[in-house]
């Protein structure tokens, strides 16, 4: 049997008798995704949204309780897009130090290269030598 992972579609070949007909929770192999898979007849697969917790009927079957798995899935939603936002940030601030290494390395041909530049790198240093001795100022 083919199952796909809800969260990034990776496709995984799995025992058909690993997975009862009242359904289990899986794991994916590549995100780590887990979310409760549900087998209704022999031929017919549907995946349930990300429920970890579960409950049991009258004859021990196990069902998803979906509310609760609503709702976690809306804050990991939420928790993931603020690293998205965390990791834009630090890609850039490290994108701007990588270009000012670039730029400190390269004045010379550059200068050479536009002679107006010089000016304006001179300025832009002296900028970024007055923030550092702000923010040395505010730690001590």
């Known amino acids: 049997m083919i199952i796909e992972c ?11 008798d690993l997975i009862p007909i009242s359904g289990r929770n899986i794991q994916c192999g590549s995100c780590g995704h887990i979310w409760y898979f549900l087998k209704k007849e022999p031929n017919e697969i549907v995946n349930e949204t990300d429920s ?11 069902i998803p309780t979906k509310e609760k798995s609503k709702k976690r899935l809306e804050s990991k939603k939420f928790n993931f897009t603020i690293f998205n936002l965390l990791s834009f940030i630090l890609v850039t601030i490290v994108t701007f130090i990588a270009l000012i290494i670039i730029l400190d390395t390269f004045k010379i041909p550059l200068y050479r290269s536009f002679p107006g530049l010089e000016i304006i790198m001179f ?4 900028t970024l030598i007055d923030i550092n001795l702000f923010i040395k100022d ?3």
């Open 6 to 16: 809800i969260n990034c579609n990776k496709k995984f070949e799995v025992n058909e």
């Open 52 to 62: 970890i917790e579960t409950k049991t009927n009258e004859d021990n079957d196990i």
């Open 123 to 126: 300025n832009f240093f002296e």
């Open 138 to 140: 505010l730690i001590r």
